[in-house]
């Protein structure tokens, strides 16, 4: 069965730090891969996603994320944080078979100090 | 352009009771996913309904179930409550019929199993 890990559970950081956050997945095949972020009390929104093309995909809210298909990995990044970063971070991956629905990863509590 | 709704906002059941949640997608969309949100679970994928059908269903027991109506709102069954059921549901709908797209997500019910 298809599965997605997110290495950190909970990522604390100032701002103006750098973010990476780590996804991988389990899926030998043609995948579409998200992130979604969570702020408080929000609804859950997509903010990237890859279906093809350019591996380096641009989202909204200057994050990135870059995916390395020899690694199986879908790993997010910012260059520099800030304070309304503070959210839940979801890794999704859509495997491109029929029946198959979005496969999430755990979750990331990234928590922002001023 | 309304988003995805969900109702009832929260919910609470006693155990063994039965728990009918209600969601309706974006105007033009005909996909519907539920998850279910658990305490340090993250999202798990339920249902996919598409065009009125039964898609896919997550590794969640029979006495969860759900249907899509005509006008593709959906509803999410809960049979025999346990304590464990209480969690955040979460709706999504999509686009694209059958193939991967963006879903939206809508607030969620919170139910509670006392």
């Known amino acids: 069965a298809q599965s997605v890990s997110q290495h950190n559970h909970h990522v604390i950081l100032s701002e103006a730090a750098s973010l990476e956050l780590g996804c991988n997945y389990s899926?030998?095949?043609?995948?579409?891969l998200f992130w979604y972020v969570q702020y408080p009390g929000q609804h859950l929104q997509l903010l990237l996603k890859y279906f093809s093309g350019d591996p380096l995909v641009k989202g909204i809210k200057g994050f990135e994320a870059e995916f390395i298909k020899s690694k199986f990995s879908f790993n997010l990044r910012k260059p520099s944080v800030q304070w309304s970063d503070t959210a839940e971070y979801f890794c999704a991956v859509w495997a491109n078979q029929a029946g198959t629905a979005l496969i999430f990863g755990k979750g990331t509590t990234l928590s922002v100090s001023s | 352009e309304a988003g995805v709704t969900q109702s009832p906002t929260h919910l609470i059941k006693t155990r063994g009771q039965q728990a009918t949640l209600r969601c309706s997608p974006i105007s033009g969309h005909t996909s519907v996913y539920w998850y279910q949100q658990a305490l340090g679970l993250g999202l798990q994928f339920l249902l996919w309904y598409d065009e009125g059908e039964e898609r896919n269903r997550g590794n969640f027991p029979p006495r969860f179930s759900g249907r899509q109506f005509p006008n593709y709102s959906s509803e999410l069954n809960v049979n025999a409550l346990e304590l464990e059921d209480s969690a955040l549901y979460l709706c999504?709908?999509?686009?694209?019929?059958?193939?991967?797209?963006?879903?939206?997500f809508g607030p969620g019910t919170r139910l509670t199993v006392t």
């Open positions: 899926y030998g095949g043609t995948v579409n």
């Open positions: 999504a709908s999509s686009f694209l019929s059958g193939t991967v797209s963006e879903q939206y």
